[in-house]
């Protein structure tokens, strides 16, 4: 696992529902407003003027959460000013919005409530205390709506179970703006009377909440809730969710800004043979919509064969399940086959103009729907161009999922792979009104229509090559807020791509044209800690990767390893480098030091490093049990060795001193 925290977005394992008879209609105008879809990035709801957003990053393990107020102008993002929220190790942002043009609020999953004001004239870097605590483990959900705060979640120490949803109310009177304090009365709970999928309250209108539920016996059901009132009513959804116990991928869309979500129908299966007697499989997709409390559309988009859903030796067994399950077998064992089907949808979510939505399928392919659940061709199969001129596809190996992850100006952005390892691709935006439909027929219309069993053919069969480019995002964190560490010790420096070895470069470069600068803080502030994160920037959100990434790829690379001896160098020079310590008390920059280990040119550099720090009782184990053993097993019997031996103090030069070797996460 990548050693670092992403920024927040719930994954929901969700199900599916059923409808075939249900009557299709339009959106209400809430529905199409243009917002952004659900992303790792929480926007500003609270004012349409407010030019600035939020993104946030922690480090893994134990790094506290970094909200950044940033603004983005096409595929440049600006960090105006950082935050960070104390004692949030290890834990998740829930929400972050503003309360006017000049104040925001944020709240981290154990229920803290942080606020701070903004000036976009003056940039800062600040660390923040929680000014209430809820005291809850696990939140479940949070949103804001008239001046209050609404957190599911259950009391830390109680039953995980036993929920309850918190209102705080946030207006002036009782959020003390010049001091940041909120008054005890400001906040009540209520008992929840039933349990939900997370990630899926929406506030339809003043103290309603619509939830999705899930029940036994694989059905589900939208759940009204008014805590003033204890109003509870029921709204049954038709269908059958998809079995969740061996869900890997998301299959349940949330879009909970528009308070609508996408899902398959695993009742609406049906088999297809076409004229190459390869047999088809399609389901229903469905549109469900909270504020309407029903189900608005149920469509077949697409049919699939065996190889667009599975490896060759799994397709006989998949094949067998699927016809059994269109022909109304509804036994658990072919459970595995129905998820496995279900699961080449990867991604569903409105575009950002709120006029159609996007689907990814795991065979590299992009399909667009209108509004109501008409599928509008072609079908778009991602590509790049080859050195040689010829084309292949995006997926590095087959049935990678696809997921949407927004838009920017014209272009698609796309993520083709799994999860942290997912390769970023843009794609311009097809215009949609000239995009021509062809029926079966090979006539032309310029209407979506609707996949019926005679259309399948052209369904399966209009799909076209479409060009992507690599996404580049540049990421500009003003000088002043490098210069200067957070309280708890942590310096942030732009990293352009995490997986190119010369964007760490350029990043290795930044931070050792920086060291003079916190040389000159730390010597006047007299801080004891500090360490370095380098923060990515992503569509919706930022990753940020620790000294553990980058450092130990960096040293692989000549001029990566240059560079790092030039930073341990400078290091070495500061007359404070003994009273310094890394994250979580560890040695600083031990992974640099680490990386430089087997490399016999920098022995001399690295015995530098060793002086400067000295003994820095108690001994912590990091150099003893890892460094010290390289470096001796890789130079063993070497006059560089010898010479690094009798240069260093103890208990560096001290061959059988041992300290206990306790895990990193103990």
Known sequence: MNK?????????????????????????????????????ETLSTCLASNEYSFQHHGLFYDGLIQVQVIKRTGFNTDVISQFELLETQNCELLIAEWLDNQQFIAVDSTGRIFSSRFNAAEPSKQSLSAIASLGLYPTKDACISNGK?????????????ASSLYCVDITAKNLNVSHFELNDTAISNYEMPFKFVNDSMVCVQGTEFVFYQREKRRTHQLVSFNPMTEETQIYPLQGQPAPEEISVRNTFFMDKKRGVALLANTETLSVLESSDENLRFNFELQFIDFKQKKVLWSHKVRVLEAAQICAEYQAEDLIESLTAIAAGDTSSEHHDELQTFIECLTSATISADGNSVWLG????????????????????????????GKQRTVQVFTHEPVVIKGQIDDQLILAVGEDEDAVIWQVELFDKQAVKQVKSTGSV???????????????????????????????VVQASLTEVPTSNGQVDISLQNVNDTAAKIASLTELNALMPKLESHYLKSGQTSLFFG??????????????????????????????LASIIRQFAKWSCAADLSGLKGAPIMADAVLGLADKRQHLATLAEYFIAIGGQEPIHQFHVNRTMMVIREQHADTPELADFMAKVPWPWNDANFSVPNVGDYD
């Open 149 to 161: 705060l609404w957190i599911v979640g259950a009391p830390k120490g109680g039953r995980r179970s």
């Open 534 to 563: 380098f923060v990515a920037q992503h569509v919706n959100g930022c990753v940020a990767q620790s000294e553990y990434d980058l450092f130990a790829t960096a040293a692989y690379d000549e001029k990566g390893a240059e560079l």
């Open 4 to 40: 670092f925290i992403k920024t927040f977005f719930p994954r929901i394992l969700g199900s599916v529902t059923k409808s075939s008879d249900v009557e299709t209609e339009l959106l209400d105008i809430e529905l199409i407003e243009k917002k952004d879809t659900a992303s790792t």
């Open 445 to 475: 219309v310029s209407q979506p229509y609707r996949i019926t069993e005679e259309l399948h053919e052209c369904s399966t069969n209009s799909v076209v090559p479409t060009v992507c480019q690599p996404l580049a995002l540049n990421l």
């Open 361 to 388: 399928w795991q065979d590299g392919v992009v399909q667009q729907l209108s509004l109501t659940g008409d599928s509008i061709l072609p079908l778009h199969k991602l590509m790049k161009n080859n050195g040689d």
